[in-house]
Nanobody
Framework: QVQLVESGGGLVQAGGSLRLSCAASGNIFSINDMGWYRQAPGKQRELVAA????????NYADSVKGRFTISRDNAKNTVLLQMNSLKPEDTAVYYC???????????WGRGTQVTVSS
């Protein structure tokens, strides 16, 4: 029902910044929450940040609080993740995710690579 396309990943030095974007299409009005997850090789996928589409409430992983900011532009059906003060530990594939109301179904983007060099 929902298709997600991520962009903005890349290679940066420690202390640098990146902004990830995720554009949603399809049944966008069924979206309850939008968020970003990440997965490094050999690691489990983990929630980075999430935001409620209507209310705008947010939650963050403790490891990124104070450094990352999630926001959404409902007019453009887009969720953004501003990443500042990046650390090598942030290196991972970042996946956009949406959670639909009522059905509870989740949809995932293909992922975008973020690499932070020391």
């Amino acid at each position: 029902q929902v298709q997600l396309v991520e962009s903005g990943g890349g290679l940066v030095q420690a202390g640098g910044s990146l902004r990830l974007s995720c554009a949603a299409s399809g049944n966008i009005f069924s979206i309850n929450d939008m968020g970003w997850y990440r997965q490094a090789p050999g690691k489990q996928r983990e929630l980075v940040a999430a935001i409620n589409r209507d209310e705008g409430s947010t939650n963050y992983a403790d490891s990124v609080k104070g450094r990352f900011t999630i926001s959404r532009d409902n007019a453009k059906n887009t969720v953004l993740l501003q990443m500042n003060s990046l650390k090598p530990e942030d290196t991972a594939v970042y996946y956009c995710n949406v959670h639909l109301r009522v059905s509870g179904i989740r949809f995932w983007g293909r992922g975008t690579q973020v690499t932070v060099s020391s």
